[in-house]
């Protein structure tokens, strides 16, 4: 599987971004599907995840509430809707792919990752 992020930007603190994830090949309806981000000096962090037929999300809770995950299998996409966005959401953020069984939130339990795109919260 190929992962391709694209969405990300500079934005201003309360505002809104639509991070998308695009993946190829015919097996993306099976992965649990995931975000991460990675901040300088950081370790990369838990977002938000979505099992593979998207009946079960679950957010880290410093997005709880701002995000809200979601995917298309029919168009192999998975999204990220950010609102309410603060300073220190500022950083690189990844979609991933997970075979396991149910949704899980450590980035060693990932099997494909994208490139990354950066987002910016600043004024």
């Known amino acids: 599987v190929q992962l391709v992020e694209s969405g990300g930007g500079l934005v201003l603190p309360g505002g809104s971004l639509r991070l998308s994830c695009a993946a190829s090949?015919?097996?993306?309806?099976?992965?649990?599907m995931g975000w991460f981000r990675q901040a300088p000096g950081k370790e990369r962090e838990f977002v938000a995840v979505?099992?593979?037929?998207?009946?079960?999300?679950v957010y880290a809770d410093s997005v709880k509430g701002r995000f809200t995950i979601s995917r298309d299998n029919a168009k192999n996409t998975v999204c990220l809707q950010m609102n309410s966005l603060k300073p220190e959401d500022t950083a690189v953020y990844y979609c991933a792919a997970d075979k396991g069984w149910y949704p899980r939130g450590r980035p060693t339990e990932y099997d494909y990752w994208g490139q990354g795109t950066q987002v910016t919260v600043s004024s």
């Open positions: 090949g015919s097996t993306f309806s099976r992965y649990n």
């Open positions: 979505i099992s593979w037929g998207g009946s079960t999300t």
